[in-house]
C-alpha cells in the first residue's frame, strides 16, 4: 500500500480539506502532473501528431444514452456551476471531521472554494489553472505546489470534465468493459485509456444509464507507487435540465476518505469579475 502523507498544517482544517480535495471538481489539468507515470511523463508527441480519439461503437452506444440521462445539451453545454453543503474526512471508516462549503466553478479550470463557515472568517481557495492561491485570517498566501497538482488531478477526472472533454482527447481510446455489480447497482462498464496513459474504468447504471462510479490508476513519478481513485456519485436530482449528484463519495486505494453532500447546486450562475483572482 502506497504512504499516505498529509501537506504541512498551516490551519487546524488543512488536513480535512487535504482529504476532501474532490470538492476542487470543476476541473482542470497541467501538461504534466503528479500522477503521470514514467512512461507518459517521458512523451514529447504533440498533440496535434497524436490520433484522434477512438471509441467503440458498442461504447458509443453506451456513452450516448447516459450523455442524454445527464440532461444532453443542458449536461454539455453549461458553463459555471455553484454548490454548497457539507464535506465529511473519513479515516478508518470514521468521520474525523466536517466543514460547511461555498463552491464556484467555471470550467473546466476555474474554482473558488470557501469552508470553515462559522468561524471569524472562512478560508477561501482561489484556483485559475495552474495557478493558485489561500485566504484566510493571516492574509493571501500560494497554494503549495502538491496541493495545486492535487487539484488539477482531480479536476480532470471530475464527472464533468472526463465526461464533457477527456473522453475526446487526441490519443483516447475507449472500449466496453462487460458488466458488473457496483454499489449494489447494475452497471455497464467502459475502459477509457487516455492519451496520458492512465486507464479509467466508468461504471454506468444499466436501468437508468446514470455514472455510479469513475476509477482511475496514477503512478508516483517518485516512489513508484500505484494508487487507485475512486469516486462514487448517488442521489441525482434535476437541476436547470442537468442530472445533478448530491452525494459524492471519494475513495483511495478502496477506501473511503471523503465524502460531500451538496444542499444547493445551480448551473449558469454569473460570476463578478475577478472572482477566480485573489483580488475578487
Known amino acids: 500500500m502506497a504512504k499516505i502523507s498529509s501537506p504541512p498544517v498551516r490551519n487546524p482544517l488543512r488536513w480535512i480539506l487535504w482529504t476532501l480535495v474532490f470538492l476542487i471538481m470543476a476541473i482542470p489539468c497541467p501538461a504534466k502532473f503528479s500522477g503521470q507515470s514514467r512512461q507518459s511523463a517521458g512523451s514529447s508527441t504533440p498533440a496535434a501528431a497524436r490520433p484522434a480519439s477512438h471509441i467503440d461503437p458498442k461504447a458509443k452506444s453506451i456513452l450516448d444514452r447516459t450523455l442524454q440521462a445527464l440532461g444532453g445539451p443542458a449536461f454539455m453545454e453549461f458553463k459555471t456551476m455553484s454548490s454548497e453543503g457539507r464535506a465529511f474526512s473519513i479515516a478508518d471508516g470514521v468521520t474525523a471531521g466536517f466543514v460547511y462549503y461555498k463552491s464556484a466553478m467555471d470550467y473546466p479550470d476555474k474554482r473558488r472554494l470557501a469552508y470553515g463557515f462559522g468561524r471569524s472568517k472562512p478560508i ?39 465526461l464533457r472533454l477527456r473522453l475526446h482527447e487526441p490519443g ?28 479509467v474504468k466508468l461504471y454506468i447504471n444499466s436501468l437508468t444509464a446514470l455514472p455510479i462510479r469513475i476509477t482511475y490508476r496514477i503512478q508516483d513519478p517518485q516512489s513508484l507507487d500505484w494508487d487507485v481513485y475512486t469516486d462514487s456519485y448517488a442521489d441525482y436530482r434535476e437541476i436547470g435540465g442537468v442530472e445533478t449528484p448530491m452525494h459524492v463519495i471519494r475513495y483511495l486505494n478502496e477506501r473511503r476518505v471523503a465524502e460531500t453532500f451538496r444542499t444547493a447546486v445551480k448551473y449558469d450562475v454569473t460570476f463578478p469579475a475577478n472572482y477566480f483572482q485573489p483580488e475578487g
Not at 492574509?139 to 488539477?152: A, D, F, S, T, Y
Not at 457496483?182 to 485509456?193: G, M, T, Y
Open 172 to 199: 483516447s481510446l475507449v472500449l466496453t468493459g462487460g458488466q458488473d455489480f457496483v454499489d449494489n447497482l447494475p452497471a455497464n462498464i467502459l475502459d477509457i485509456f487516455d492519451p496520458r496513459h492512465v486507464e
Open 124 to 162: 477561501i481557495l482561489i484556483n485559475d489553472g495552474a495557478k493558485g492561491w489561500e485566504i484566510d485570517r493571516y492574509g493571501l498566501v500560494g497554494q503549495k505546489g502538491k496541493q495545486i497538482k492535487n487539484w488539477r488531478l482531480a479536476n480532470r477526472y471530475s464527472l464533468e470534465n472526463f
